[in-house]
């Protein structure tokens, strides 16, 4: 018992030095910051692959602003995101950060790249083929899927490609003027930081 408090205890402890750096990047960018879960995001971008799994679906430590692209201006919102699956002993809540960036134009052709896995391999084995590039190494790393092939060569280009293959490269979702970022798990603050500079 004594054990399970001073682990609560903790984990509070954790929570609330996250929420307060959060706040503080917040600050340091000029932009909102939003503590406090909501339930909304799903809705808000009901396409992109992660805010419409499971349930008791929660954004948290929300930041909202905007950042300068090539001299254009796009509305970015990030921070962590909690989901439940399964139930009774199989049940296990999810807590994964995000970035979602909003793009200035009319229509964006959907794009989706991430690191290959097992699921990737056997897709491609029965004729599912995802797109190549002339990059065989970046090819063999990530999987890169979407209906407008040419807009993929276009957005994917050497130096990109490059960029992808220097660092810890998050899964990209592109859908419907968004843009989603994420990883598996939680970004410390620096991460956020790092998130906002891939767009760049």
């Not at 503590?35 to 992660?50: A, C, N, T």
């Not at 930041?63 to 796009?74: D, H, N, P």
């Not at 491609?124 to 990530?142: L, P, R, T």
């Amino acid at each position: 018992m004594a054990v399970a408090i001073v682990g609560i205890v903790m984990a509070g402890q954790l929570a609330r030095r996250r929420r307060e750096a959060m706040a503080q990047l917040a600050r340091d960018l000029g932009w909102r910051f939003w503590p406090q879960d909501d339930d909304s995001i799903s809705s808000e971008f009901p396409k992109l692959g992660l805010f419409d799994h499971g349930r008791q679906r929660y954004a948290y430590n929300t930041l909202t602003g905007t950042i300068a692209v090539a001299g254009r201006s796009y509305d970015v919102q990030m921070g962590d995101y909690r989901y439940t699956e399964g139930s009774g002993k199989n049940q296990h809540t999810y807590r994964v950060s995000y970035l979602v960036a909003t793009v200035p134009f009319p229509f964006v052709p959907d794009v989706n790249i991430h690191h290959e896995g097992l699921f990737d391999k056997v897709a491609q084995a029965i004729g599912f083929a995802d797109i190549n590039f002339e990059s065989a190494e970046f090819s063999h790393k990530y999987s890169v899927k979407s209906p407008d092939r040419r807009f993929a060569y276009a957005l994917i280009h050497p130096r990109m490609i490059e960029y992808f293959l220097q660092v810890q490269a998050p899964a990209v979702r592109i859908h419907d003027r968004h843009v989603l970022l994420r990883e598996g798990s939680h970004w410390d603050v620096d991460g956020f930081r790092r998130q906002l500079a891939w767009p760049r």
